[in-house]
């Protein structure tokens, strides 16, 4: 399903432009709407965001269930901080996976107004200000110049969601074209490769050292495999996927 992507900081109006997104997408098409966050995980945000590997835990269960959800007919709302820039492009890379289009709702506010709202919460809804100055300290501000904070859509406290554009952007909008297969570059090197030959592949700097000839059904094993231990140790830095597949190509092929 198309995947719309709320971003900002905590106590932003999130939740507010996810559930007028989902009333108009539900009153103007026949499309199932979903939304997913923190509060269908029924997480504490004081004690997830004081521990990093908590954190992390909250983000790749939310990874989790955009994965299971994504397909190519209904809507999906990330309704979450996504805040931090390789977590954005880790969602962009399922999208691209899924071929369906995503866009970006980015609810841009001040850290006072953040602030103001957050003491307007009941209090066991409130983030400590501790942890509400931290996370906005932190917040990595997606850039349209980005291709997975693109298309994005910028939107402060006064502005009426642009519903036609955003509808536009999820359903006129071809799927991103997916990576040059990795599997496909080590199968064809294969062809013309001796055991201890090293491989280049598409956006890795570093090489794959083949030991043996493998098959496709070996490949995509290892390719899941990666996935799977990505969740588990997540990078912020985007820039070293490529070379963290291939390092661990290396390891589990010999």
């Not at 969602?91 to 953040?114: E, G, M, N, R, W």
């Not at 110049?145 to 536009?168: K, M, V, Y």
Request: glycine residues 4%.
């Amino acid at each position: 399903m198309p995947l719309i992507l709320i971003c900002g900081h905590p106590c932003s109006g999130k939740s507010r432009r996810a559930n007028e997104l989902r009333d108009y997408f539900i009153e103007n098409t026949d499309r199932k709407v979903y939304i997913v966050g923190d509060e269908g995980l029924g997480v504490d945000r004081n004690s997830v965001y004081a521990d990093s590997q908590n954190e992390k835990n909250l983000r790749s269960a939310l990874r989790s269930e955009v994965e299971r959800k994504l397909n190519k007919d209904d809507i999906l709302i990330l309704d979450s901080l996504n805040y931090i820039k390789g977590y954005r492009y880790e969602l962009f890379c399922l999208i691209k996976h899924a071929q369906t289009p995503h866009c970006l709702v980015y609810c841009l506010t001040s850290a006072d107004l953040s602030s103001d709202w957050n003491k307007e919460r009941k209090v066991d809804c409130q983030y400590s200000q501790e942890i509400l100055d931290a996370l906005i300290l932190r917040f990595e501000a997606p850039d349209s110049r980005n291709r997975w904070d693109s298309p994005l859509f910028t939107i402060q406290n006064e502005d009426t969601l642009p519903f036609e554009a955003i509808s536009d952007a999820i359903f006129k909008r071809k799927a991103p074209l997916p990576n040059q297969s990795t599997q496909c570059a080590v199968l064809d090197s294969q062809r013309t490769s001796v055991p201890g030959d090293h491989i280049l592949i598409p956006g890795a700097t570093e090489k794959i050292e083949l030991t043996r000839s493998r098959n496709m059904a070996e490949l995509r094993k290892l390719r899941r495999q990666f996935i799977s231990y990505t969740k588990i140790h997540p990078t912020e830095d985007i820039g070293q996927i490529a070379n963290m597949f291939v390092q661990y190509l290396n390891k589990s092929m010999h």
